[in-house]
């Protein structure tokens, strides 16, 4: 299967394909290298205190599916922008997969509710949360889960959280999906009540070497020769020198050694040249080859994507 799958993106041109792992042990066989990593919290609602003051800005409220429709993409189409690894939607997935609410969905929790940030007048954000209810000797034991909540600015992040994290009648916040750089760790006065768990997320295999690394975006720096090894898409091996808006096979000595697995990696960002040498993915053949490669291959953000699929 996976044999016809990367011969049929390949012969269609593609340079790059992602998945999400259903078990992350299958697919570094197949050239796939982790290339981000997903978040999940589970913080107590007595510790939802902000490390500062900040002034509410901005009103929250309740949409209809469709006024959410409308709104919610918009707002996660700015956002995909500011994120390696996320991908925009169709109308359909945001009908099947996130504003639908049938009973199956709910899983013994609450409706779903579309909450819609706005800041003068124009929308900045949203959130997709179930609350679970639940008592024990009077007191609320629930939890909110926290399906989906962005935000196009800094500031609409932290106002959207700080919205989900004032409801009442819950004992604990919840989430899933979150980037490693999420705001959160640092808005909060007391981390260190957070439970954080961090999990695979984006696996990324560079089905044609060449073109997928023309598509990234490079630093200015000193050019790199590495050599790649591919033993299933065999058409990727050799050695390419790797400049400043420039990628070339050559036949020049290697900088670096790797594996595709290893390319995967570091091509959204989420690791770095230097600690895949670290766990022994790739091998320096000259001085400074792995700090030159760094370098190059610029990280402003943490590659993320919020979905399963």
Not at 4 to 23: C, T
Not at 107 to 120: F, Q
Not at 188 to 198: D, Y
Not at 239 to 261: F, H
Request: with cysteine; net charge neutral; hydrophobic share 40%.
């Amino acid at each position: 299967m996976m044999r016809a799958q990367l011969d049929d993106i390949h012969r269609r041109g593609e340079p790059v394909a992602y998945l999400w792992a259903s078990e992350e042990t299958i697919y570094r066989q197949f050239g796939y290298g982790l290339a981000s990593l997903s978040g999940e919290i589970d913080l107590p609602r007595t510790s939802t205190a902000f490390t500062q003051s900040f002034e509410a800005r901005g009103v929250v409220r309740i949409v209809p599916e469709e006024e959410a429709l409308i709104h919610f993409s918009t707002i996660h189409e700015q956002t995909r922008r500011q994120h390696p690894g996320m991908f925009s939607r169709g109308t359909d997935w945001w009908k099947l997969r996130l504003l639908m609410d049938s009973e199956r969905r709910r899983a013994g929790g609450g409706v779903l509710n579309r909450a819609l940030l706005t800041i003068d007048g124009e929308p900045r954000g949203y959130a997709l949360y179930r609350i679970n209810q639940s008592f024990e000797s009077g007191a609320t034991v629930g939890f909110l889960n926290v399906i989906e909540a962005l935000g196009a600015t800094p500031e609409a992040t932290r106002e959207i959280w700080r919205y989900l994290l004032d409801i009442d009648w819950v004992a604990r916040v919840k989430a899933s999906q979150l980037p490693v750089d999420h705001p959160l760790l640092l808005l909060l006065a007391r981390p260190r009540t957070m439970k954080l768990r961090l999990i695979d997320g984006l696996w990324v295999r560079l089905v044609d070497v060449s073109r997928a690394l023309a598509a990234r975006t490079m630093a200015p720096g000193e050019p790199v020769v590495i050599e790649v090894a591919d033993r299933f898409c065999p058409w990727n091996e050799g050695k390419y020198r790797i400049g400043e808006g420039s990628v070339e096979r050559t036949d020049a000595s290697p900088d670096l050694s790797l594996d595709v697995t290893a390319l995967g990696s570091v091509y959204l960002g989420g690791f770095t040249f230097a600690q895949l040498a670290g766990a022994g993915m790739v091998v320096e053949r000259q001085p400074t080859a792995v700090t030159r490669a760094d370098r190059l291959f610029p990280r402003d953000r943490a590659p993320w994507c919020p979905e399963i699929f």
